[in-house]
């Protein structure tokens, strides 16, 4: 699959997980996300039928979803980000920290982490959690890892209600 992919030039696509396998009683179906932004997608399409043909593979038929390969890229590195963030802060008990989620969507990256709190902290604790977002955004290897996109980072109480909202 992968050296299909990469021949068409689609070398970075093919690093993501694009194709899986479904058993069914007789023979097998090959399952396989297409970037929605390849213009080759029927030759790739053929040319793995030739290499299922050729390696005599008990396949009898391919399914082909396509997907938005910018935002999947996207969807991945705030999936990393939101769990940096998240276990750097997670072992220090003023933050309360319970649970982390993200999602992307129209290309906004939204990550919240809810905290066990019922009333906001001090003001020194938010300024710190601040303070510890910001540093870790303007690290190198962060800033390569958010591109262009943008975001919006948020700290929830219990009942859901935002006490710190970082947005670019």
Request: charged share 30%; no cysteine.
């Amino acid at each position: 699959m992968k050296g299909v992919f990469a021949s068409y030039g689609y070398a970075e696509e093919a690093d993501y997980e694009l194709a899986g396998l479904k058993k069914t009683w007789f023979s097998n179906i090959v399952l396989i996300d297409m970037p929605d932004h390849i213009q080759e997608s029927s030759k790739i399409i053929a040319d793995i039928e030739k290499e299922i043909d050729s390696q005599n593979l008990d396949v009898k038929d391919i399914e082909v979803n396509t997907f938005n390969f910018e935002h999947r890229q996207q969807d991945n590195r705030w999936a990393y980000i939101a769990s940096d963030i998240y276990d750097g802060m997670a072992g220090k008990s003023t933050y309360q920290l319970t649970e982390v989620s993200y999602k992307v969507k129209k290309g906004h990256s939204y990550v919240s982490f809810k905290t066990d709190s019922d009333k906001p902290p001090s003001e020194e604790i938010v300024q710190e959690i601040e303070l510890a977002i910001q540093k870790y955004l303007t690290l190198p290897e962060t800033k390569e890892l958010i591109k262009n996109d943008n975001y919006t980072i948020q700290f929830l109480l219990k009942n859901e209600k935002s006490f710190v909202k970082i947005t670019n």
